[in-house]
DNA sequence: ACTATAAATTTGTATATACATACTATTAAA
DNA sequence: TTTAATAGTATGTATATACAAATTTATAGT
């Protein structure tokens, strides 16, 4: 059933994670798809060549993941339906939020340069605060007017010369120019009042309320990509998320 | 410093689920706000008078749920993120939420009422305006003060009655008192500011920038269950997505 | 046939131990 | 002064072991 699951003890790679990613595989596995028992704890260690307590360590993270559920007593089952929640939602970039709606997008303003990250910049991307790095400002809306105002930064090691064409949607130009698969979106949504600032690019009263989004964008290997400010118009954009219990 | 920690080793509640309790309380203080280092593993597992094994089990949930983060060589620090959060990746209940953050509940105010439903909620459920709902009505937040205002509306099939225990966990008491299975959310997320209600309810400026989540809950089935309308203070409260390319 | 009891099974909890690895700080050498 | 080597510190990995608690299965008694 299971038989050629072997672990290398050589490998550099520590046991428990080569457990878990057989683990994943293994229930991705038709026969597994259907909250069917896993073997016991004890059989399984046996098998994979490791201790008990090393393969709960990846049971663990499977169990967090809501992979697999345990219960005392009876065993450990692969969980059914399983990435069908929000993980397998995509995210797109603003153009082609705005495209799907059907809404065509003016750039009021554009503008690159190279700055001295912030500090919490420069903790995010993992690098000193005396490398410069690409800022990106764009500032977009409807041909009425403006109703998001932009401040990107990219790691430097995306590659960016500030020569690109930024009218392009972003994470196609990424991927295209410099090979860079933008896979993970992390976001922060709050709201608050438009300062002097945001109030003059928006073309809005200062203390108009704002949704402001903070937005984390990692690559495939989970290395941090861009750091996004995003503050919109409240009264002209509002932010849908769906999501589905397991 | 940390002193007091003590764990009973001769309770019922395992040793780890103790030690990650203190560690919640303890990094909700005022001393470790800040992205502060925690007492390393061995000692800090001396002080609780647990194994280190066992201390690392709390640790590793804590890390998981975002409250702290390790780094080999250098130690375990508290999260810098003083605000609330919320992740859209398996949602919870209001009170789950807070409860697995550690955060005590405080009702201000609960009260449920029978109301003719308004168009928009009437064509959400499917029913007729003069059919009247069960409404309810919710103020919570900490012990210092409230930061969310909810109102809820219920699908008359849920078979609410109105005398169900609505200081429980909502969608668990819906499961348990009716069987009803709340399955998919979608939501949409915007700002506005504190109206005069709003600003008397979640003691805040009128003008002050609210945090406003409109939440469509549906069962199993799809059948629209809930409809709600949740306003947040911004200043504590944020809302966060994670999502992921496919 | 039914029921209470016991045994077997499986995950849960907990400890002690040892070494590896990443990072920091110190010390010695160039 | 700068650099390289070294020691120290904290988390990371891995094992062996023992018993507890929940659940299912088997057994014995009525």
Redesign the pocket.
């Known amino acids: 059933m299971i038989m050629k699951l072997k672990i290398d003890?050589k490998s550099?790679i520590?046991?428990?994670?080569q457990a878990e990613e057989l683990l994943r595989r293994l229930i991705e596995s038709p026969e597994y798809i259907d909250g069917k028992?896993?073997?016991?704890?004890?059989?399984l260690s046996k098998i994979l060549?490791?201790?008990?307590?090393?393969l709960?360590?990846s049971?663990n993270k499977l169990v967090y993941d809501g992979l697999l559920t345990?219960?005392?007593?009876?065993?450990?089952r692969v969980v059914e339906s399983k990435s069908l929640s929000s993980k397998s939602k995509n995210w797109m970039s603003f153009s082609q939020e705005m495209s799907a709606r059907g809404i065509p997008i003016k750039n009021f303003e554009l503008h690159v340069s190279w700055v001295l990250p912030e500090k919490r910049i420069a903790s995010f991307f993992g690098i000193k605060e005396d490398k410069k790095i690409l800022k990106l400002v764009r500032l977009r809306g409807r041909p009425e007017g403006p109703f998001v105002y932009f401040e990107s930064y990219f790691h430097p090691l995306v590659g960016l010369t500030g020569e690109e064409d930024y009218k392009a949607p972003l994470y196609e130009m990424l991927e295209k120019a410099h090979g860079i698969i933008a896979m993970i979106s992390k976001e922060e949504i709050s709201a608050l009042l438009a300062d002097e600032f945001i109030a003059e690019k928006l073309e809005t009263p200062i203390g108009a309320p704002i949704l402001f989004r903070k937005r984390f964008v990692y690559d495939i290997n989970e290395k941090p990509i861009e750091y996004n400010l995003g503050y919109y118009k409240a009264d002209s954009f509002v932010y849908t998320v769906e999501s589905r219990r397991e």
């Open positions: 003890h550099q520590p046991l428990h994670i028992l896993l073997p016991n704890e004890v059989e060549s490791i201790s008990r307590t090393t709960r360590q049971i345990r219960k005392k007593g009876v065993g450990t």
